[in-house]
Nanobody, 125 residues
Framework: QVQLVESGGGLVQAGDSLRLSCAAS????????MGWFRRAPGKEREFVAA????????VYADSVKGRFTISRDNAKNTVYLQMNSLKPEDTAVYYC??????????????????WGQGTQVTVSS
C-alpha cells in the first residue's frame, strides 16, 4: 500500500515556474515507477511525465517536453515535477501516481495502482 500526497500547486502567471512535490508513504517507494498526470476542466486525464524506479529513465508528454522535469529522491520518498515556462493551457489538477514495481516506464494511467488527491495549478495569461 502506498499513500501519496501532492503539494506545491498554486496560481501563477504565464511564464512563471512551479515545483510540485509528491510525498509517499511506505518503504517500497523506490521500487515504483512514478508518474504525473493532469486533468483540465472538461477534459480527460492526460499523462504528463514518468520516471523509472531506478531513476535511469524518464518520459514526457510532447506538450511539456523541454519545459517540465520529473525527478525523485528515493531517500526522501518524494517525486517532483519542476514546471517552467508555464502556459494557461497547463491549468489543471495535477496528480502523482505510483505504477508498476520494477517495471518499465508507462504513460497509461490504468497501469498505475496508487493515486494522490491532486493539487491545483492555475496559470493566468
Amino acid at each position: 500500500q502506498v499513500q501519496l500526497v501532492e503539494s506545491g500547486g498554486g496560481l501563477v502567471q504565464a511564464g512563471d515556474s512551479l515545483r510540485l512535490s509528491c510525498a509517499a508513504s511506505g518503504r517500497a517507494f523506490s521500487t515504483y515507477t512514478m508518474g504525473w498526470f493532469r486533468r483540465a476542466p472538461g477534459k480527460e486525464r492526460e499523462f504528463v511525465a514518468a520516471i523509472s524506479w531506478n531513476v535511469r529513465s524518464t518520459v514526457y508528454a510532447d506538450s511539456v517536453k523541454g519545459r517540465f522535469t520529473i525527478s525523485r529522491d528515493n531517500a526522501k520518498n518524494t517525486v517532483y515535477l519542476q514546471m517552467n515556462s508555464l502556459k494557461p493551457e497547463d491549468t489543471a489538477v495535477y496528480y502523482c501516481a505510483a505504477g508498476p514495481r520494477f517495471g518499465v516506464l508507462t504513460t497509461t494511467p490504468e497501469e498505475y495502482d496508487y493515486w494522490g488527491q491532486g493539487t491545483q495549478v492555475t496559470v493566468s495569461s
